[in-house]
């Protein structure tokens, strides 16, 4: 069993940034591809950013390229979401997930551990 603890979230002005930390219980994080996905109030889930377990491979929904750069350290166990110019719309629950995920890493359905989220608020 992998627990995810996110944290980092909060309220910040529009242009600003935020920087989400993902960490794991288990020191065999680093054999996990990890992704981030976000939750608006009455939307779906849906995906922000991914990479795989080694970061050779790095994955972005079309809203965030550009802005957002996800990362990891396994030696910390950890992952990272760097958010700049951060607008309104960006507004949502936060989690951070986990897998052995082969091919893309875009579903969420391919995630076996999820973290409990954060949220991020973004003022206009």
């Known amino acids: 069993q992998v627990q995810l603890v996110e944290s980092g979230g909060g309220l910040v002005q529009a242009g600003g940034s935020l920087r989400l930390s993902c960490a794991a219980s288990?020191?065999?994080?680093?054999?996990?591809?990890m992704g981030w996905f976000r939750q608006a109030p009455g939307k779906e889930r849906e995906f922000v950013a991914a990479?795989?377990?080694?970061?050779?491979?790095?994955n972005y929904a079309d809203s965030v390229k550009g802005r957002f750069t996800v990362s990891r350290d396994n030696a910390k166990n950890t992952g990272y979401l760097q958010m700049n110019s951060l607008t309104p719309e960006d507004t949502a629950v936060y989690s951070c997930?986990?897998?052995?995920?082969?091919?893309?890493?875009?579903?969420?359905?391919?995630?076996?551990?999820w973290g409990q989220g954060t949220q991020v608020t973004v003022s206009s």
């Open positions: 997930a986990a897998g052995l995920v082969t091919g893309t890493l875009n579903r969420a359905d391919k995630y076996v551990y």
């Open positions: 288990t020191r065999t994080f680093g054999s996990y591809s």
């Open positions: 990479i795989s377990w080694r970061g050779g491979m790095l």
